[in-house]
């Protein structure tokens, strides 16, 4: 099954056929990160990324991401 955190990040929930992936990674940001939102010369952990799409013949698309 799911755990309660991977049912959160595929808020709304999925469509009959959809699919969804939820993938997490660390990284680090340099210090231009700042230009995009994030605190400059930081690591982040456990950051998720969450795709989907329709169905197989669609392409995925990025539709959630952020620490959980």
């Known amino acids: 099954g799911f755990s309660s955190r991977q049912i959160g990040l595929a808020q709304p929930p999925a469509q009959e056929g959809e699919d ?3 993938f997490t990674s660390d990284f680090e940001v340099d ?3 700042q ?3 994030m605190n400059p010369n930081s690591t982040y952990r456990d ?3 969450t795709v989907r799409r329709a169905d197989a013949s669609q392409p995925w698309t990025v539709t959630n991401w952020g620490l959980a």
């Open 47 to 49: 950051w998720t990324w």
């Open 31 to 33: 210090w231009t990160g």
């Open 35 to 37: 230009r995009n939102g």
């Open 20 to 22: 969804i992936v939820v």
